[in-house]
């Protein structure tokens, strides 16, 4: 049979991964898929760079509108990036017929329910394994291995980049700032670090598992995110102490009256294997009422993790190519026309147990004061931490954790708190998860 000829559009880490990986492990992949896959044409902004990456066999392009439709292509592998040309070249590689596999979650949250409308409508596939949690399987997981489940929640670390900040500053006592300088300089994150540190990165990835394991269309905007860059190191030292573990989740939860949609730093318990999920690596936690609760674990990023699953796609692809379009996987796991309009849920109709902590006046009535607007709220507390004030301080850290309540009752004491004389800062609210 004729090679699966690949079209590379980028040619900087992951795409020199996918390179290099397919040329070592050409015999074992061409095992699998039953037919050889070659890189027949790359385009980067960078020609000389993309030249020295592939060598001679390989035609170098500068348009990726005329590589995405070339004749010469079966596939458009996109891993450069962004939505403006990246879009135009899947969009331009689908109208031609051609299946797209890309590394893009930003793209594909942003943009996915018009992609995969009109790749349906043209009968070709487009696979994003590669867009969530890097070399874990977790799209091919959740959209086939877990099939035959009710999915009620599904919880990651999906950033790496945050989860080395947060396991520094936990682990070495660094502030924000110094982690994330360290993580700079070892090449984890970005000069500009606002995708990944702001949450934005995790909540792309977030929506996709989400529209995956309920089957609802893909809903970036409706993502309630919050980053870890206002996040203080005291903050980490308190959890720990009191057993808990801080990271950047994003959480996607089902009820009957809607789906939870969050991307925030959140507490969960320090014996949970997930809370020890540490450096750039990336878990997902998913709870299915017939599996259970599945726990999956791996690098979330780099060259050839990230190649892993891009190559895996290429391999289904080059399976699919004899499949009918109609008995294929769907792209969100469920059929299209079941695709389901449960509304995600406001913030303040999620309910979580909740961290809070105080910088108050160390003098009589002042703990009163707090527990009474909390009993006032129907917020029960679970545990009170009180720190000694420091030497020649009249002002001490209070350390509130509550039991399970919804957000808007705990958003409304927390702004009677903040009225009171004696509440000296602004009142940090972190949330907590059991993933029980
Ligand atoms: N910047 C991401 C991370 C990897 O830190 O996990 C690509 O999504």
Redesign the pocket.
Known sequence: MNPIRVGLLGSGIVGSGVFNVLKRNRVEITRRAGREIVVTQICARNLEKAQALVGNDVKVVADPIQMATSAEVDVLVEVIGGTTISKQATLAAINAGKAVVTAN?ALLASHGNEIFAIARTKGVPVMFEAAVA?GIPIIKALREGLAANHIEWVAGII????NFILSKMRSQKLSFEEALKEAQRLG?AEADPTF?IEGI?AAHKLTLLSAIAFGIPVQFSKVTVEGISTLQSQDIAYAEELGYRIKLLGITRRHENGIELRVHPTLIPARRLIANVEG?M?AVLIKGDAVGATLYYGP??GSEPTASAIIADLVDVTRLFTADPEHRVPSLAFQYEALADTPILPMSEVKTATYMRLRVADESGVLADITRILADSNISIDALLQKEAEDGSSETDLIILTHVVKEGAVNAAIARMQMLRTVKSKVVRLRMEELS
């Open positions: 979650k890097g950033n790496g980049t945050t984890y990944d990165d750039a990336n979330g990023a």
